[in-house]
Structures are given as C-alpha cells and as structure tokens.
C-alpha cells in the first residue's frame, strides 16, 4: 500500500493529474488557473505539464465557463471547471440550473453531462465578503446535479477523480479553510465510493453528522465530550446529493441523540433536510428532537465577526447537553 502525506490542495491537484494523464478527454478550465496555478494553488504546474489547450485560463466570466463546459461535454470531452470562491458562482447560476442540470433528462438520457464544477467554500480564512460563503442549499435543491464535499486529504484525492469520471454533473465544494493542513493519502484504493457516507469516529451517547471543514469541528467537540464522560459518533456525510443515510439510521438506532452542523444558515438547508428525513425514518429509535447548530440567518459577517458566527466547538457541544437532558 503507498501512501503519501500532503495537504489536502495537493491532493486536489493529484487527483486532477491522475485524471489529466488517464482520460485524454479530461480538461480543466477556470480563471487563473494555468501559469497561476489557481488563487490558492490548487492546479499548479498542471499546464506545465499538459499545455494550454487542456489547462485553460478562461476570461473572468462564470456563465461563459460554464457554458463553455456544456458545449465541450456535448462534444464528448470531461471539463472541470474552477470557480475561483463560491461568491462568484452566481453569474454562472443559470447555466447550472437550468442547463447543465436538466439537459440529461431533456434529452431522455441519450446525452450526458460529464462536467465538474469545482467552488472554494466555507469559511474560517478572514476573507471580505463574496469570499465565505455556504451555497450548498441551492445545488442539493436542484434535480439533476449531484454535490459532494470531501473533508480529509485523501477523501479529496479520491472524489475529484470520481467526480470526473462521474457521468452525471457534479458540484464539487472544496472547503477551503482545509487546503493546508496535511493527512495521509492512500494513493491505490479509495477509502470508499463517491456517494457513502461514513463513520470517522465511534460513540455511543449522540451521533454528530457534518459534511466539509465542519467534520474537523465535529471531531474538536467529540474529543472535548468524551473528556467529560460522553461519547459521540462522528459521521462525515462526503456527498450531499445524494444523502447515504444507511450510516447514519444505523447511528442514530444505537444512540437515540444526533446533532447536526454546518456553517450554512440553518433555514432550509441541508441539515434540516437531513434532520427532517432521520425525524420520519428513525423516529421511534429516538430518545431527543434532532438538533442543528448553524450560521446565522444573515448575510456572512465581516471578517473580524466570522468566529461569532461560524460553528465552533463549544455551540456544538451546547446542543449534545441539550440533546442529553431530553
């Protein structure tokens, strides 16, 4: 088994070599991201290597990248798209939703859209506005794109290759606050598929269920419980379109408690999505209301306000007390 230690931006850039040197029909495009190597690094050296007609730095237009992208797929290449942070995808919105996501049917399957669409999100990195934020909701909400989020090194390593050999589009949110920091990657079999779910630390007391950076904080609340005598099950949900609930029904059938996170704002998002349909599914395994600890429900704050509103440890493990005295 090989395996190798790096940050999780170099293992982004990994994979996408990988890809690059297995599929001649994958390409990559974005603003910045040949000579650059990308705002943060992500595709360095990769026009380098495989020269400007499969790397491309793009004009700064998103709906021009995007659409680029649908034509090029149609074509029969495999585009992944960079948008340089999550504020400036909304110009390519209408592209997203109501093209690339809806061809497939439109056409009753006989065509396919095997285009990535890579966006920086999340916080924790004291940037200005546009440069923060958690639009997760609205891709999960649209039909016909799938949406994953890897939290770890090797997960990103993995899921960008899957991402793009995926036939279907797929939103692939990148949280950026966790490009730096370092973990092994085991460069010869994937951890597990695209769409799983999984378990990264047992419990036995409340399931905490989280998907990008919040995984980490999940992990900062779970080991500060268990200090104080109790256990909880940390579950990274990885693909949030479609939800693998299996993990997380079978946690929450042992526990009876779940709390889930995110730093989006809590109304209609995700986590109430998740929140409602373990409600419906594991209700009679439950012994405490499901539980969500979020942003605000306000536009992302200055920089200097970001820790008051992002979640953090402590608001995390306020709800496991509050889950615990039900």
Sequence with gaps: MTVETMPFSKALNAGMRKALEDDPRV???????????????VTEHLQRDFGDRRVIDTPLAESGIVGAAIGLAMAGF???CEIQFEGFVFPA?????????????RHEGAISMPVVIRIPYGGHI???????????AYF???????????STPNDAYWMIQEAIASDDPVIFLEPKSRYWPKGE?????SAAPLHASRVVRRGTDVTLVG???????????AALADAEGTSCEVIDLRSLSPVDYGPILDSVRSTGRMVYAQEAPGFTSL??????????RAFYSLEAPVLRVSGFDTPFPAAKLEGAYLPDADRILEAVDRSLAY
């Design 185 to 189: 990657v085991e460069l010869e079999a």
């Design 140 to 150: 999960t909400h649209t039909a016909g794109l799938r949406v994953v989020s890897p």
């Design 93 to 105: 919105f209408d592209q997203i939703t109501t093209q690339l996501a809806k061809l497939t049917n």
């Design 211 to 221: 998907h990008g950076a919040m995984v980490t904080t999940l992990l900062q609340a």
């Design 126 to 136: 004291g940037a200005v506005e546009h440069h923060q934020e958690s639009p997760e």
């Design 27 to 41: 390409l990559l495009m974005g603003e910045d991201i040949g000579r650059l190597g990308g705002v943060f690094r």
């Design 271 to 280: 986590g109430s999505e998740v929140a409602a349909t373990v409600m419906e």
């Design 78 to 80: 495999r585009p992944v």
